[in-house]
């Protein structure tokens, strides 16, 4: 089995800052790329921002500037430092991880639970 279970989400105010963190678990080999993606109500659910093993980054055009993805592969952990935080941040936040889990399995996506992120005006 395989858990990735998120934290830091909440309620901020627009312009503050909240951090999100995702921890995997259970029997992992090997981490591809890692990341969150986020769905508000009524839309689908979009890439925010991710991360491969050896640090590249990709991030969506709207959190350019403003959200910063990290990870720590010790720790099989990734984080979402999320700054001047908008309305329009308002969303369930997903932690991804494109993993496997035994030599010669195919590398395959797991999902967190969530964690809601409201941004007030």
């Known amino acids: 089995q395989v858990q990735l279970v998120e934290s830091g989400g909440g309620l901020v105010q627009a312009g503050g800052s909240l951090r999100l963190s995702c921890a995997a678990s259970?029997?992992?080999?090997?981490?591809?790329?890692m990341g969150w993606y986020r769905q508000a109500p009524g839309k689908q659910r979009e890439l925010v921002a991710a991360?491969?093993?050896?640090?590249?980054?990709n991030y969506a055009d709207s959190v350019k500037g403003r959200f910063t993805i990290s990870r720590d592969n010790a720790r099989n952990t990734v984080f979402l430092q999320m700054s001047s935080l908008s309305p329009e941040d308002t969303a369930v936040y997903y932690c991804?991880?494109?993993?496997?889990?035994?030599?010669?399995?195919?590398?395959?996506?797991?999902w967190g639970q969530g964690t809601q992120v409201t941004v007030s005006s």
């Open positions: 991360i491969t093993s050896g640090g590249t980054t």
């Open positions: 259970g029997t992992i080999l090997s981490i591809n790329a």
């Open positions: 991804n991880a494109n993993l496997n889990r035994f030599p010669g399995l195919p590398f395959r996506d797991y």
